[in-house]
């Protein structure tokens, strides 16, 4: 039992971290219709901004709070000066985006050597609950993810910034003539999802360690969670990230590593191929 | 690109009748590599033969992403899985049946490539909903990932370190030393691109063509645009599984990258490099490159891969026909297809080919 609840746990904060890297993956696809290569680059920054901070003597939940803006400003730049480009052009978008993600991580690979470097958690110890023990780490990765996804709900639910960019999402044409500045819009929902992924990649490395590699894994099973939950839709890649993520984190508690992630792929990809438009085809959220 | 930045018509009748007659170049420059690659190891000291036949090998694989690409349009981010998957295989037929015979290896590697590319595409292409390009690709790109990942940890396979003591390609007692590999090289890499040629400047290839620019109003002329892009997905894993029994026995080991996402993507900005939609482009773009990456990743470990993808970005924002886009026009770079005359797509003058 206490095993249990204790894997649970760890499959949560997995869980949570694929749901930050998805949710910009997410909204990027859906709004200006490209899948964004780069992402996991991102991360990769994420993580090793935290990591440079931390090495120049700043303490660790600084660099972490920090990280998340300097990947912003990077996506802000990469935004204006090369993606926005490639909207609307998938194939295009998705080779684009690849070259820019070599760059960025052959550039962090340069830096760093190919080592593998860790990042203490700002949070050491566990706390005890109920007779179980918690690492405080993790506990903190759910905190934060879950106030990340309230607050951005909010602010596209509740707020009229929020309400342009549904509107840009749901009918671009229609934003445009309504005079909505669909391109700033873009900019900042790509400067905020490159953010959320910086973020992302400042709250794992203190599990996974930084190496120049980080990226490619994660990526994968973002656009596996964006297609499984249907591009066009908040919600959507959200519960796709949540299955994919808790699948590839369950299974190894089971089967043997490996095995568990190939199977997480292959059935993502059935499923897809059986209902092309995500599990929440037809019930637009 | 073909199909993501044309803003003109489709390129079927790029011929209006108004175009002037003009001077072919592309033949040149098939003639010019061909013909370069037949003498080259007399030129060359005898690593850099090994270099060349690393060269063809690796064009290979980049016609066979260029075929389902370049001519099909579909975007296929894991050519390499078949590619790797047949190097396993014969580097695994050497040391479990020490069988290295290259009227076995050879075929069987073929082979491997054709089903499991048959298997890939015929889940990923066939269906009752037709697949978008992004499921094709994520697909494609999952499929090497995961293929690499059980590579690594499969203990028959040699997880990590892969299979190493490939021996040398033999027929009878006849042992294939570099040079005589170098030539069995250079003569399927030409069968198999004249092959392609021949191909793609059917009227098989005009449907692919088709299919590429219009992928809707062929269907709805009544071809099986799945079907067709079903036996070009094939053909292609095919050549790729050529390619990959080929270069377990030049490099002599097989390891799990070489079916790796890492590769596939590096042949797509080889092909886009050169310039997709020609054959030839394909094959430029592979010596441009791994000629480049020979010479100077010696000298700038760390930033030649920087620079590299820069140079990638910039192709793909500024260039998209790619290097055989700076030689020949895009008329030209379009190409006629069947015989002269008797089938000319409308507006096609006559002195076409």
Partial sequence: MATALNALFEILSFTSIMVLIV????????????????????????????????AHGAPVWLAMVLAPFAVGVIGFALERLVIRRFYDRPVMAMLGTYALAVVMRETVRGLIGGLYLNVPAPLVGSVSLGGLEFAQWRLAIIAITLLVILCSWTLLAMTSFGLRVRASLENPALARASGISTKAIYAITFTFGAALA?????????????FADLGLRFLIQGFLGVMLGGVGSFVGPILGAGV??????ALPWVISPVVADVLVFVAAIGVMKLLPNGILAGRRV | MLNGGRTGPAPLNAGAPTAPAFRRRLPLVEWAVFGTFAVLPFLLADFLTVFASRLMILALLAISFDLVYGFAGIMSFGQALFF?????????????????????????ALGVGLALSWLVSSFLLLGRHPPSVTFVALGTLTAAFAAEELA???????????IPGVPPLTLGHFEFSDLAFYYLVFALFAAVYLLCRALVRSQFGLALAGIRDQEQRLGFFGYRVDTFKTIVFTIAGAIAGLAGGLYAYHEGFVWPSMMGVV???????????????????????????????YALSEQLPTIWPVVLGVILLVVILFRPTGLIGLVVSERERTGDFGRPGSVAPRGAPSDAA
């Fill in chain 1, 198 to 210: 910086g973020l992302a990649g400042a709250l794992v490395v203190p599990i996974f360690s930084l």
């Fill in chain 2, 152 to 162: 690594r940890s499969w203990y028959y396979l040699g997880g990590q370190n892969g």
């Fill in chain 2, 84 to 108: 790797g998957a047949a190097g396993y295989s014969v580097a695994l037929l050497a040391r479990d049946l020490g069988v290295s015979s290259v009227l076995v290896v050879l075929p069987a």
């Fill in chain 2, 263 to 293: 590769l596939s993507t590096q042949i797509v900005l080889y092909c886009l490099f050169g310039g997709v939609g020609t054959l030839i482009g394909a094959v430029l773009g592979v010596i441009a490159i791994e000629s480049a990456t």
């Fill in chain 1, 244 to 249: 994919v993520g808790s699948a590839s984190a």
């Fill in chain 1, 23 to 54: 949710l910009g993956l997410g909204i990027i696809a859906s709004m200006m219709g490209i899948f964004n290569f780069a992402h996991g680059e991102f991360v990769l920054l994420g993580a090793y901004f935290t990591w440079f901070g931390h």
